[in-house]
Protein backbone atom coordinates (compact mmCIF):
# COMPACT_ATOMS: atom_id res chain seq x y z
CA UNK A 1 0.00 0.00 0.00
CA UNK A 2 1.65 3.41 -1.13
CA UNK A 3 1.05 6.58 0.41
CA UNK A 4 -0.87 9.17 -1.76
CA UNK A 5 1.85 11.97 -3.29
CA UNK A 6 0.76 15.51 -1.89
CA UNK A 7 0.37 18.01 -5.26
CA UNK A 8 3.32 20.31 -5.58
CA UNK A 9 1.13 23.14 -5.03
CA UNK A 10 0.00 21.91 -1.80
CA UNK A 11 4.09 21.20 -0.57
CA UNK A 12 4.84 25.06 -1.57
CA UNK A 13 1.93 26.20 0.35
CA UNK A 14 3.04 23.96 3.56
CA UNK A 15 6.73 24.90 2.91
CA UNK A 16 5.70 28.77 2.73
CA UNK A 17 3.42 28.94 5.95
CA UNK A 18 6.37 27.06 8.01
CA UNK A 19 8.67 30.21 6.92
CA UNK A 20 6.10 32.42 7.98
CA UNK A 21 5.77 30.69 11.35
CA UNK A 22 9.35 30.85 11.20
CA UNK A 23 9.71 34.59 10.53
CA UNK A 24 7.21 35.55 12.73
CA UNK A 25 8.78 33.67 15.56
CA UNK A 26 11.95 35.75 15.26
CA UNK A 27 10.23 38.95 15.33
CA UNK A 28 8.67 38.08 18.34
CA UNK A 29 11.87 36.67 19.70
CA UNK A 30 13.79 40.20 19.05
CA UNK A 31 10.63 41.76 20.31
CA UNK A 32 10.81 40.38 23.84
CA UNK A 33 14.67 40.71 23.34
CA UNK A 34 14.43 44.33 22.92
CA UNK A 35 11.32 44.83 25.03
CA UNK A 36 13.48 43.59 28.37
CA UNK A 37 14.77 47.72 28.22
CA UNK A 38 11.46 49.18 28.31
CA UNK A 39 10.20 50.12 31.85
CA UNK A 40 8.67 47.02 33.68
CA UNK A 41 5.16 48.41 33.58
CA UNK A 42 5.31 48.18 29.19
CA UNK A 43 7.49 45.12 29.00
CA UNK A 44 4.54 42.96 31.47
CA UNK A 45 2.36 44.07 28.43
CA UNK A 46 3.94 42.90 26.06
CA UNK A 47 5.47 39.84 27.44
CA UNK A 48 1.86 38.87 28.44
CA UNK A 49 0.39 39.29 24.87
CA UNK A 50 3.65 37.74 22.88
CA UNK A 51 5.16 35.30 25.76
CA UNK A 52 1.68 33.90 27.33
CA UNK A 53 -0.72 34.79 24.64
CA UNK A 54 -3.21 36.68 26.17
CA UNK A 55 -5.31 38.66 24.76
CA UNK A 56 -5.91 42.20 24.70
CA UNK A 57 -8.72 42.14 26.42
CA UNK A 58 -7.42 39.86 29.26
CA UNK A 59 -4.56 42.04 29.91
CA UNK A 60 -6.54 45.10 29.71
CA UNK A 61 -8.40 43.28 32.78
CA UNK A 62 -5.85 42.47 34.38
CA UNK A 63 -4.52 46.52 34.61
CA UNK A 64 -7.59 47.74 34.51
CA UNK A 65 -7.29 49.89 31.59
CA UNK A 66 -9.59 50.08 28.59
CA UNK A 67 -9.24 47.28 25.64
CA UNK A 68 -8.67 50.06 23.28
CA UNK A 69 -5.96 52.14 25.20
CA UNK A 70 -3.88 48.81 25.53
CA UNK A 71 -4.04 47.92 21.71
CA UNK A 72 -2.58 51.37 21.05
CA UNK A 73 -0.21 51.26 23.94
CA UNK A 74 1.00 47.96 22.56
CA UNK A 75 0.98 49.44 18.76
CA UNK A 76 3.26 52.38 20.27
CA UNK A 77 5.64 50.67 22.25
CA UNK A 78 6.19 47.88 19.04
CA UNK A 79 6.69 51.20 17.33
CA UNK A 80 9.04 52.20 19.82
CA UNK A 81 10.92 49.40 20.16
CA UNK A 82 11.48 48.93 15.90
CA UNK A 83 13.25 52.80 16.45
CA UNK A 84 17.34 52.54 15.34
CA UNK A 85 17.95 54.41 18.52
CA UNK A 86 15.95 52.40 20.82
CA UNK A 87 17.50 49.20 19.36
CA UNK A 88 21.38 51.07 19.43
CA UNK A 89 21.03 52.02 23.19
CA UNK A 90 19.66 48.64 24.36
CA UNK A 91 22.49 46.61 22.70
CA UNK A 92 24.94 49.43 23.66
CA UNK A 93 24.03 51.27 27.02
CA UNK A 94 27.22 49.51 28.63
CA UNK A 95 29.43 51.77 26.32
CA UNK A 96 28.03 54.67 27.57
CA UNK A 97 29.04 57.34 30.81
CA UNK A 98 26.77 57.01 33.42
CA UNK A 99 25.29 60.60 33.03
CA UNK A 100 24.64 59.89 28.97
CA UNK A 101 23.27 56.25 30.09
CA UNK A 102 20.83 57.72 32.65
CA UNK A 103 19.66 60.76 30.58
CA UNK A 104 19.56 58.45 27.13
CA UNK A 105 17.03 56.22 29.45
CA UNK A 106 15.11 58.19 30.50
CA UNK A 107 14.21 59.91 27.01
CA UNK A 108 14.75 56.84 24.57
CA UNK A 109 13.25 54.29 26.74
CA UNK A 110 11.38 55.71 28.91
CA UNK A 111 10.00 58.42 26.56
CA UNK A 112 10.56 61.08 29.63
CA UNK A 113 10.54 64.88 27.84
CA UNK A 114 14.23 66.61 27.35
CA UNK A 115 12.45 69.04 30.17
CA UNK A 116 11.49 66.79 32.63
CA UNK A 117 14.72 64.66 32.03
CA UNK A 118 16.27 67.94 32.95
CA UNK A 119 14.74 68.56 36.17
CA UNK A 120 15.13 64.88 37.47
CA UNK A 121 18.53 64.30 36.71
CA UNK A 122 19.47 67.73 37.76
CA UNK A 123 21.43 68.73 34.68
CA UNK A 124 20.41 72.05 32.62
CA UNK A 125 18.28 71.54 29.78
CA UNK A 126 21.41 72.67 27.29
CA UNK A 127 23.14 69.66 28.83
CA UNK A 128 20.46 66.99 28.08
CA UNK A 129 19.98 68.66 24.77
CA UNK A 130 23.87 67.81 23.98
CA UNK A 131 23.91 64.63 25.22
CA UNK A 132 20.90 63.30 23.31
CA UNK A 133 21.96 65.26 20.30
CA UNK A 134 25.44 62.91 20.55
CA UNK A 135 23.78 60.12 21.32
CA UNK A 136 21.51 60.17 18.30
CA UNK A 137 24.91 60.88 16.11
CA UNK A 138 26.32 57.78 17.78
CA UNK A 139 23.26 55.79 16.84
CA UNK A 140 22.96 56.87 12.92
CA UNK A 141 26.62 54.86 12.68
Do not use: W
Amino acid sequence: MSMPMMPFSEMLTVHEDAQRRTSLRNRVETLLDLAQSLPPRDRLILEQVYRHGLSVAEVARLIEEPAGRVRRRIARLIRLVQKPEFKFLARHEALLPANVRQTCRLVVFEGMSLRRTARHTGQTLHRVRQQVATFHALARF
